[in-house]
């Protein structure tokens, strides 16, 4: 039985930040990361678009607003002084179509209650910010602070930051069984007894949380997203372009995606999967996941969930070249369907965790505290952008 202050199961961006945190607060603390994974870049950290959110999105007062402004000036700063790369790019919201005007000014004022800086532009000023940007409506919002970093970079970074001040991260180390009574842990290459253990599992943490006997009344659907890369190494883009969201469903829609190789991409589908790693085809769909994480569980709340239908109505539209091109032609001009090239490598699943009370997908983090046990249960986006902020708060908070 190995011992130490500290043990955290899951080694992606949360946990490694977490681990970070903790090292840097108390250097004589003895901290375990745990990954079944072979590195921390299998799964959600090293499939994010590196994009720091600003947090414009969110209710005012929820915790994905809080941490999420607090965690991208800290991310900023990270990279900043790491020697990272990074494009200070900046973000337009363009209304994809009339409809959407009306959540133009409810996005200013979540900005401005949640401290984003965000300017209305109109047509002339689009342009000018991203000459590629549709102007249809003549109306957008500007968010300056909005960047991209590299997420690889960026963990390979806070994985040394961890070594470096003592922690220990075992990659190849599945969690099989947890006694929160006894404070234990057992892998497949020993036991663990720990002070205080942190279930950051992401696609697999409700189901570590169920072998630590917790009970909620929560279900977890997960949702593939894919991309299509555009074909032309020419085509470039100044900055970020998202569409003005629906605010009534709980994704943000098709828009814009580059990194440092000046790469352009458009997404992300918002597909419901029956496997937690079902990236592509069969792949990572187990017989335990597919009995849990049923695909009726979907049509349910396509019956009883507002707005829903009408993302089903979109994902359908996804389905083909040209709903992919029609999408991305509401928010950029100059794309047509022969350049879009769907990209096998850059598929990501959301961890999304469903409240049968409320009937909905829930769209705020969730931490559940329970024997000395700390288990994030919806670790959706931002926690990119917001996980050094997460770390802070999960120490705080449940740190004792």
Request: glycine share 10%.
């Amino acid at each position: 039985m190995k011992s130490c202050d500290i043990l955290i199961i899951g080694g992606g961006i949360v946990g490694l930040t977490l681990a970070r945190e903790w090292l840097l607060r108390t250097p004589s603390a003895k901290v375990v990361v745990l990954e079944k994974e072979g590195n921390s870049i299998t799964h959600g950290t090293g499939r994010n678009s590196g994009v720091i959110h600003s947090g414009i999105y969110y209710t005012e007062h929820s915790l994905r607003a809080r941490l999420c402004v607090e965690g991208a000036a800290l991310m900023r700063d990270y990279v900043q002084a790491k020697g990272l790369w990074i494009d200070p790019c900046g973000k337009l919201l363009i209304p994809p179509s009339e409809a959407a005007l009306d959540a133009i000014d409810v996005l200013k004022t979540r900005g401005q209650a949640n401290q984003v800086e965000v300017r209305e532009v109109d047509g002339k000023q689009m342009r000018e910010i991203e000459p590629r940007a549709n102007t249809q409506f003549n109306r957008a919002l500007f968010i300056p602070v909005t960047s991209v970093v590299d997420p690889k970079s960026v963990a390979a970074a806070v994985v040394d930051d961890v070594r470096q001040l003592g922690g220990d991260i075992r990659y190849g180390e599945k969690v099989l069984r947890i006694d929160t009574g006894r404070g234990t842990v057992r892998t497949g290459a020993g036991s663990y007894s720990a002070g205080l253990v942190y279930n950051v599992a992401g696609l697999h943490a409700d189901s570590v949380a169920k072998n630590a006997g917790l009970q909620t009344r929560y279900s977890f659907q997960p949702f593939k997203g894919k991309y299509w890369k555009h074909a032309d190494p020419e085509f470039q883009m100044r900055c970020l372009v998202y569409p003005i969201p629906n605010l009534k469903l709980p994704f943000l829609g098709v828009h814009t995606a580059h990194n440092r190789h000046g790469e352009v991409y458009f997404g992300p589908s918002s597909t419901p999967v029956i496997g937690r790693e079902n990236y592509s085809g069969l792949q990572g769909i187990t017989m335990r996941d597919g009995l849990s994480l049923s695909a009726a569980l979907f049509w349910k709340l396509l019956r009883n969930t507002n707005g829903l239908r009408a993302l089903a109505w979109r994902e359908a539209k996804l389905l083909r070249l040209a709903g992919v091109c029609h999408e991305v032609s509401q928010l950029v001009t100059g794309v047509v369907a022969s350049e879009l090239q769907q990209s096998i490598a850059k598929v990501g699943i959301r961890s999304q965790i469903f409240d049968p009370k409320a009937q909905s997908l829930v769209n705020d983090f969730v931490v559940v505290d329970e024997h000395r046990t700390v288990h994030v249960l919806n670790a959706i986006s931002p926690a990119f952008t917001a996980s050094f902020a997460f770390a802070n708060y999960l120490i705080d908070q449940h740190g004792h």
